[in-house]
């Protein structure tokens, strides 16, 4: 049983670590182009800001996931039903801020808990 619990940890985990890489490769072709190359891909930015000459683009994601609860269900014996976790309702962000140096994408940053 811990066996099984481990490999679906570490399977969970393996999924995690593909997202990040698929939006990395998907960020990694904005570097070197131009910033309407960025916006005519993402829309316009939540958000910019400028300073000596350098513009920051950031894009949020927000999103709300559910987990439901899991009943622990104990023999009678035991003391009959209870136990077990409740749902929760767990807000998901990502904000992803492109540096613009010259005009052209330089790099970006991802921060959060929803970007990969």
Known sequence: MRSAALLLLLGLLGGCANLLAERQAYLNQFIGKPESA?????????R???TAGVTYLAYS???IDFIPGTP??????FGGYGGGFPPQIVQMDCETTFQV????????TLRGNACG
Do not use: C, L, N, W
């Open 38 to 46: 960025v916006v005519q891909a993402m829309g316009v930015p939540s």
């Open 48 to 50: 910019s800001f400028e």
């Open 61 to 63: 994601e927000h999103r």
């Open 72 to 77: 622990m269900y104990a023999p009678f014996y």
């Open 101 to 108: 140096v010259d005009g052209k994408i330089s790099t970006y």
